[in-house]
């Protein structure tokens, strides 16, 4: 990876590079400048340094193909990015998932970080579009390419936390990931029912059980509802394909009730 002296923030009020030491100087057509425009109002967070967003969408390719210094793409940013997301993810697991333990907290976080996830993170948000290409990876499909994706999504954040702080990506990240891992997208990767139990236990709070209260579709197309109950009361209700996906649903429920009563002592 290049190699660079610290990074230092330039000029707040205009789009584009600096001319220094004879390189080619960034210019940005009157579209791009509008692509631009148009995502931070998307996203509700202008930049003052814009020239940090324009880095973060600019891929080594561009850079080759314009003769603009190799420490102008958004690879640096990547590698910043990269540990500013990974924080702030860790800390909203922590605080969200009282009854977890490190492992799962771990294996949560990995498949929300992945590839696949920040690809699809970026695609929502219309990164792809954006994205300054040089002309040879934009004919070989490099503006869908997951693994380009997920590096311009990482770098956004690592340009968002330069620009605004790490206030200014918790903010980003509660419009973006975080409702997905409260509606449970990444529940696969998770054990809610062990972890149910283990919270149970801990507490001594008593007994639970899981009760299938409705069945519902076609025999090809079913659709379980399941509820758990403490002390045979209604703790949390789930719904699912199979009854074990229900009932890790109802687990989750109830697993995020507890945690809000918690926090109220």
């Not at 814009?50 to 102008?72: D, G």
């Not at 992945?114 to 690809?119: G, H, Q, R, V």
């Not at 703790?235 to 926090?263: D, F, Y």
Request: glycine letters at 6%.
């Amino acid at each position: 990876m290049p190699q660079s002296s610290k990074y230092q923030r330039k000029s707040r009020n205009h789009f584009g590079n600096d001319r220094r030491r004879g390189n080619r100087k960034m210019i940005l057509t009157e579209e791009q400048k509008k692509k631009f425009n148009e995502l931070m109002e998307q996203i509700g967070l202008p930049f003052e340094n814009k020239k940090l967003l324009v880095q973060a969408f600019t891929h080594s390719s561009y850079v080759n193909e314009h003769r603009i210094y190799s420490f102008q793409d958004n690879e640096r940013l990547e590698f910043l990015g990269d540990a500013v997301l990974e924080l702030a993810i860790s800390q909203f697991l922590f605080k969200k998932f009282k009854a977890m333990s490190e492992g799962d907290m771990t294996k949560l976080r990995a498949s929300i970080v992945c590839e696949p996830s920040l690809a699809q993170f970026a695609e929502e948000l219309s990164f792809g579009n954006i994205v300054l290409l040089g002309k040879g990876e934009e004919m070989t499909g490099g503006r869908a390419r997951p693994a380009l994706l997920a590096d311009v999504f990482e770098a956004f954040i690592g340009a968002l936390y330069l620009d605004q702080g790490l206030e200014a990506v918790f903010s980003f990240l509660n419009d973006t990931i975080y409702p997905k891992i409260n509606e449970g997208a990444f529940s696969h990767m998770m054990d809610f029912k062990s972890q149910l139990q283990e919270y149970i236990q801990r507490d001594n709070l008593g007994q639970i059980q899981y009760i299938i209260v409705q069945e519902r579709g076609p025999a090809h197309n079913r659709e379980f509802v399941s509820e758990v109950q403490l002390n045979e009361s209604a703790l949390g209700i789930g719904t699912g394909r199979s009854k074990k996906e229900a009932e890790q649903h109802a687990a989750q429920q109830a697993l995020m009730k507890l945690s809000e009563q918690e926090k109220l002592k």
